[in-house]
C-alpha cells in the first residue's frame, strides 16, 4: 500500500526565504506526482505535476522535483510572500487498470509566511 | 466557467439526517472521482466513475453512503443517516482517459453533522 509522508507538518517563515518541503513515498512504481495548494475550507489548486519520466517542473517561484528510485519530491518555494501562506499537498498519481488515476495524498505541510 | 462545480459548498445537518451533494465535472470528463477530507488530513479516495459505471468503491465508503452518476455527466453522492464522524469537505474530481488524465478538483462540498 502506498504511503505518503510530507515533512515538515508546519513551517512558519520570514517573508522572503527560500524554503523546501518535503514528500516522500514507499512505492517507487508511480505515473506522476502533483503538488497542490489548499487555502482555508477550500478546494484543491495544482501547483505543478511532474511525469515520472521527468526530474522537476517549474513555474514562476516553484520548483518541483523528483526522484522515484529514492521515493522522494521537494516543492522550493523561492521568495516566499505571505499570500504564499496555504497548506501544501503532495500527492503520487498511479494508474490502474480499471479504477483510472489513483491519487495518494500526503497530510500536507502548513505554511505560514510572515510579513 | 468550465472547471469542475460542486453544490452545496457548505451543508450543516443534524445527526440522522440524510444528505446529498452533486458535482458537475468538467463537460468533457469522462472520469469522476470523490474524496474526503478531515481536518488536518489529505483527501482520500472514496469511489470512483468512468462514465456512468462506478468502478471502484473504497472501504470508507460505509452503505450509509452512495454515489451515482446516471448519465455519465453529472454525480451526486448521498450520506444516509449522518453521524458526526461524517463531517468533513467532500471533493469531487475529474479527468480525461487520455494524456496524463490529470485529476481537475472541484470547490469542495463542506459538511457539518450536529
Known amino acids: 500500500k502506498q504511503e505518503v509522508t510530507q515533512i515538515p507538518a508546519a513551517l512558519s517563515v520570514p517573508e522572503g526565504e527560500n524554503l523546501v518541503l518535503n514528500c516522500s513515498f514507499t512505492d517507487s512504481a508511480i505515473y506522476n506526482l502533483q503538488w497542490f495548494r489548499q487555502d482555508p475550507g477550500k478546494g484543491l489548486t495544482s501547483l505543478l505535476l511532474?511525469?515520472?519520466?521527468?526530474r522537476e517542473q517549474t513555474s514562476g517561484r516553484l520548483n518541483a522535483s523528483l526522484d522515484k528510485s529514492s521515493g522522494r519530491s521537494t516543492l522550493y518555494i523561492a521568495a516566499s510572500q505571505p499570500g504564499d501562506s496555504a497548506t501544501y499537498l503532495c500527492?503520487?498519481?498511479?494508474?490502474?487498470?480499471?479504477?483510472?488515476?489513483?491519487?495518494?495524498f500526503g497530510e500536507g505541510t502548513q505554511l505560514t509566511v510572515n510579513p | 466557467d468550465t472547471g469542475v462545480s460542486q453544490d452545496p459548498r457548505h451543508k450543516i445537518t443534524k445527526r440522522g439526517q440524510n444528505v446529498t451533494f452533486r458535482c458537475d465535472p468538467i463537460?468533457?470528463?469522462?472520469?469522476l472521482y470523490w474524496y474526503r477530507q478531515t481536518l488536518g488530513q489529505g483527501p482520500e479516495f472514496l469511489t470512483y466513475f468512468q462514465n456512468e459505471a462506478q468502478l471502484e468503491k473504497s472501504r470508507l465508503l460505509s452503505d450509509r453512503f452512495s454515489a451515482e452518476r446516471p448519465k455519465g455527466s453529472f454525480s451526486t453522492l448521498e450520506i444516509q443517516r449522518t453521524e458526526q464522524g461524517d463531517s468533513a469537505m467532500y471533493l469531487c474530481a475529474s479527468s480525461l482517459d487520455r494524456g496524463t488524465d490529470t485529476q481537475y478538483f472541484g470547490p469542495g462540498t463542506r459538511l457539518t453533522v450536529l
Open positions: 511532474i511525469q515520472s519520466s521527468q
Open positions: 500527492a503520487v498519481i498511479t494508474l490502474k487498470e480499471t479504477s483510472g488515476s489513483r491519487l495518494t
Open positions: 463537460s468533457e470528463h469522462n472520469r
